[in-house]
T-cell receptor
Framework: KAGVTQTPRYLIKTRGQQVTLSCSPI?????VSWYQQTPGQGLQFLFE???????NKGNFPGRFSGRQFSNSRSEMNVSTLELGDSALYLC???????????????FGPGTRLTVL | EDQVTQSPEALRLQEGESSSLNCSYT??????LFWYRQDPGKGPEFLFT???AGEEKEKERLKATLTKKESFLHITAPKPEDSATYLC?????????FGKGTRLSVIA
């Protein structure tokens, strides 16, 4: 079974630009969560989608948004990039999700975003 | 607010020297505690899920245990390939909350 895939793997942008990252979950998984990982803050939850609906959202500004498609693939968008947005963005999928009924999440390799 | 604290931040072991990593947590209604391994530049790799106090899980040289306030990841006779960052996460009434991890280095 193929794992979680994320594209692109690396991205370099400049301040003020916007970026879209893509995630394809494991086949059959309906929940997709996004995380930001930085050396100082560790892994921080961005949002979770389940059956095309955002079920939970972390403490990030509105510049961070996402969506999920009917095939469970998900995208996240960051508008008006800031230097502090440089991070590894990780996507994780699980069979179920939402409402606190979490089970194991399986992570993709991440997208390394550098903002200059 | 759900919180996870992992200790130590970094651990250096000689090959074959067993040790334990600690994950202390506070959570409203624990639904699961998860251990992951992360290699540099890669996404976390799932290791174990523990659901209730007293539960134990094993995989090769790793054994995870759970009490009402903490979890331990015991590493028996580690090898250099066990070097990685080990992450602990809890699921309560909110999405997963991760600790900052323990960086393990195993020296041959």
């Amino acid at each position: 079974k193929a794992g979680v895939t994320q594209t692109p793997r690396y991205l370099i942008k400049t301040r003020g630009q916007q970026v879209t990252l893509s995630c394809s979950p494991i086949s059959g998984h309906r929940s997709v969560s996004w995380y930001q990982q930085t050396p100082g803050q560790g892994l921080q939850f961005l949002f979770e989608y389940f059956s095309e609906t955002q079920r939970n959202k972390g403490n990030f500004p509105g510049r961070f948004s996402g969506r999920q498609f009917s095939n469970s693939r998900s995208e996240m968008n960051v508008s008006t990039l800031e230097l502090g947005d440089s991070a590894l963005y990780l996507c994780a999928s699980s069979l179920k999700g939402g409402g606190g009924s979490y089970n194991e999440q399986f992570f993709g390799p991440g997208t390394r975003l550098t903002v200059l | 607010e759900d919180q996870v604290t992992q200790s130590p931040e970094a651990l250096r072991l000689q090959e074959g020297e067993s040790s334990s990593l600690n994950c202390s947590y506070t959570v409203s209604g624990l639904r699961g505690l998860f251990w992951y391994r992360q290699d540099p530049g890669k996404g976390p790799e799932f290791l174990f899920t523990l659901y209730s106090a007293g539960e134990e899980k094993e995989k090769e040289r790793l054994k995870a245990t759970l009490t009402k306030k903490e979890s331990f990841l015991h590493i028996t006779a580690p090898k250099p390939e066990d070097s990685a960052t080990y992450l602990c996460a809890v699921s309560g009434n909110t999405p997963l909350v991760f600790g900052k991890g323990t960086r393990l280095s195993v020296i041959a």
